[in-house]
């Protein structure tokens, strides 16, 4: 089985500053990894995604993250955060080949700050 | 662009009583899905629906019932009500050849 962990319950930041989300994940097999945003009272959205190749991964709303296969991560970043990205954010991983089990992570909420 | 539809949006319960939840795709996917998320807990698989006919197991689905009545629609019963089952729950379809899912706007349920 698969299973992931966010390591930070909230991050406060002020606007323009850089943020990085921390995911990790565990896995006895080969796995996709996603990063989903959810804003308030709406469902999750997908940011981005890994399935293969290139380790650094963009997704919209200039947010990427970067596979690190030995460390069993899958941090997420930006650069500099606007108000608009205040939500939480939700790591998920699912086996090769078995979509049909997708475990999330507990959430991180980020807050900006004017 | 509809999406993934969800029925009812909000609904309280008394304790016992029943309910279904409605959930509707237009992608034309295979996988269809039911989450439930709880603070701090993020989401938790109740069932999940391979294909047309078939239905599974997640990781909580005790006090659940599912059906995959075709292969745009994929309901969710609650046949007696518990104030532990008060939640958000979301339904979700899968794209088949990248795996991404596809959420709907989510259904609170209380109950009493």
Redesign the interface.
Known sequence: AQSVTQLDSQVPVFEEAPVELRCNYSSSVSVYLFWYVQYPNQGLQLLLKYLSGSTLVKGINGFEAEFNKSQTSFHLRKPSVHISDTAEYFCAVSALYNFNKFYFGSGTKLNVKP | NAG?TQTPKFQVLKTGQSMTLQCAQDMNHN?M?W?RQDP??????IY?S?SEGTT?KGEVPNGYNVSRLNKREFSLRLESAAPSQTSVY?C?S?ADN????F????SRLTVL
């Open positions: 993934v996988s899905y989450y701090g807990m993020g989401l938790r698989l999940y391979a599974d979301f979700a899968r990248t795996g991404e899912l959420f709907g706007e989510g």
